[in-house]
């Protein structure tokens, strides 16, 4: 052990978050090697054999970490940032198990996920517990042991990403993967106070994962912070050939707290909490707080989305989680945990006219779901109706473990992506916490809102009492192939036609102002629109507007529907920018009402209001 590498060279620097880590490590006020020691001294001392499977030999990985020093610290934005694998993702030079030595067998490569997090400058330590199979949300189904929830010691860890989420929340480290087929990547979130995100299906490769339901599958991230869950999915997304089942979905960008959101909650008495008082009370706190952050509730129909739930462990889905040990079930039936042996050998059962069946019935509610959103911007749900104790658990394995799962076994079946976040510590020390689900592409959107409400929590964060992080500004920067558009009238936000921006896409990126160089005209047209012509320089009015940016594709798009006598030619900013945006054909402002002089769109709509 390389203890004297393990503290800082600085003491004001509080480096437990992914962001303050690589700003130490950029800044040279704390090395990589320094972080990584810190890591392995904190396992150690943290003493809890069944967090990891595994683990990969420090000196490999310091050397690893010393290694960085070639790179340009500001292309790694996971600079030296120490990183737990779940054990059914291949990281090179770890065995992967999935909880089942039986199993083992030991990778030829990294999965794609991992080499991504390698690229970006992030060190491996090692590869953690789960339910054997990733077949559980309780975490103690496997022959590892049973993580110790550092939150409430007699809790379970929550599952089956138990020791990622686990080490997390103890501080050993500030990343984790986990994966998510049917809360796996949530319901340890909640239980062990920290953020789980759950990508969009395709969106972060499978390729070198082992799989237990390979269509509804996905690899998760336990992180402190919003922001840094958002950092590792940003470096890990995008297509991949290798695996199958990857999509092409862009992440888009983390912008403020949205405008004019609408969040959907269960119509009154549709939700369940197991008589868990304190739960629901926590779940209506969450919405008051959301109310004040600017939200609108709108009530929606559950009952579909539990239907959905209901088909993936009574119809022919658990046929996915025999097919990969079905094998082992022949060979070496004892190998396999007695609970997940119980669970996967009712895949067998189903006959292909079953799962048609379930195909077709799925088919019709994810046009319900569809129909659910059309009108909302996102779910606001408990990322679980209650907790369990370990004692519980054990002597109730499977009802208390489907409980778990009321508010997240949907979730992929329906594709959509969710962002579990920490929203109270309850009286009696529980975590409890609320999950965000929005339509698969809308991750960047969950972020946005998830940051701002778990800020304003004001939680510690984790086990360890950690204060959060000042929430940084979302950047206004263009990312990617993005292109800025100035909105001036009915597409601004929370205006009749801003849906045609967020529908592709578009973020808001900030308020500005024209240049004095513009008069604005009320046209004659239904929505109500302005319409906005450039005159001589300095002869006309600032008028303010907002900067969105679009995807390339999505900027075409948009331009395209744009009807006449509208266009979109360059406006000059008021600070010298130039950007594209909305004006109008000269011979449409004839006889036209000037609004020039109310200075843009929204106060002139206002006044027309009063």
Not at 14 to 31: K, L, N, S
Not at 36 to 54: K, L
Not at 267 to 286: H, K, P, T
């Amino acid at each position: 052990m390389v203890t004297d590498l393990s503290q800082p060279r600085t003491g004001h620097h509080v480096t437990e978050t992914v962001a303050a880590i690589v700003a130490a490590h950029r800044a040279g006020t704390m090395t990589p090697a320094q972080t990584v020691a810190r890591s392995y001294q904190r396992i150690h001392d943290h003493n809890d054999p069944a967090i990891f499977i595994s683990l990969r030999d420090e000196k490999d990985a310091l050397a690893e970490a010393q290694a960085l020093s070639a790179n340009d610290p500001a292309t790694l934005p996971l600079l030296g940032v120490p990183v737990a694998v779940k054990d059914n993702i291949d990281a090179l030079g770890l065995p992967t198990t999935a909880a089942c030595p039986a199993f083992s067998y030991l990778p030829t490569r990294d999965s794609t996920a991992v080499a991504k997090l390698r690229a970006a400058g992030a060190i491996i330590i090692g590869k953690t517990n789960l339910d054997q199979f990733a077949t559980g949300l309780v975490g103690v189904r496997s022959p590892y042991g049973i993580p110790v929830n550092p939150v409430r010691n007699d809790l379970i860890p929550g599952g089956s990403s138990s020791g990622s989420a686990v080490a997390v929340s103890a501080g050993l480290v500030p990343l984790a993967l986990g994966t998510d087929t049917a809360g796996s990547g949530r319901v340890p979130a909640m239980l062990n106070n920290i953020v789980g995100l759950k990508p969009s299906l395709g969106l972060i490769s499978n390729a070198g994962m082992v799989p237990a339901c390979r269509t509804l599958d996905c690899v998760s991230v336990f992180a402190l912070t919003v922001d840094d869950a958002v950092t590792a999915l940003s470096a890990m997304g995008g297509p991949d050939d290798a695996d199958p089942f990857s999509r092409n979905r862009p992440l888009g960008a983390v912008t403020a707290f949205p405008g004019q959101l609408r969040l959907g909650v269960p119509r009154s008495g549709q939700l369940v909490f197991f008589g868990d008082r304190e739960s629901e009370q926590a779940y209506g706190e969450a919405l008051k707080r959301l109310i004040s952050l600017g939200a609108t509730l709108v009530e929606f129909d559950l009952e579909p989305f539990y239907e959905t739930a209901r088909l993936l462990y009574e119809g022919p889905w658990v046929a996915e989680r025999y097919l990969v040990i079905r094998d082992l079930l022949a060979s070496s039936p004892d190998s396999i945990h007695p609970v997940t042996r119980e669970i996967t050998v009712a895949g067998a059962r189903p006959t292909a006219a079953d799962t048609f069946a379930a195909l077709y019935r799925l088919q019709a509610l994810r046009r319900v779901a569809e129909r659910t959103f059309g009108n909302i911007d996102a779910l606001v749900l408990p990322t679980a109706p209650t907790a369990y104790s370990t004692a519980q658990v054990l002597a109730n394995p499977i009802e208390l473990n489907s409980r778990l799962g009321t508010y997240t076994n949907f979730v992929n079946l329906l594709d959509l992506c969710g962002l579990a976040l920490p929203s109270a510590m309850r009286s009696d020390g529980i975590p409890f916490g609320i999950t965000l689900l929005a339509p698969a592409g809308h991750d960047a959107q969950l972020a946005s809102i998830g940051r701002a409400f778990h800020a304003d929590t004001g939680l510690k964060m984790g086990a360890k009492g950690l204060t959060q992080p000042p929430l940084a500004a979302p950047s206004s920067q263009l990312s990617g192939d993005e292109i800025a558009i100035a909105a001036v009238g009915a597409h601004l936000s929370g205006m009749a036609l801003n849906g045609e921006l967020t529908d592709l896409g578009g973020r808001l990126l900030e308020e500005a102002s024209t240049a004095p160089d513009y008069k604005l005209y009320a046209l004659d047209t239904t929505p109500p629109k302005p319409g906005m012509l450039r005159v001589e320089a300095g002869a006309g009015y600032q008028i303010k507007l907002e900067l969105w940016a679009l995807s390339a594709a999505s900027f075409g798009k948009f331009v395209a529907a744009i009807p006449p006598p509208l266009s979109i030619g360059t406006i000059r900013l008021a600070d010298g920018r130039g950007v594209k945006g909305f004006l109008v054909e000269p011979a449409a402002v004839s006889g036209a009402r000037d609004i020039s002089a109310f200075g843009g769109w929204r106060a002139f709509m206002a006044q027309k209001v009063g």
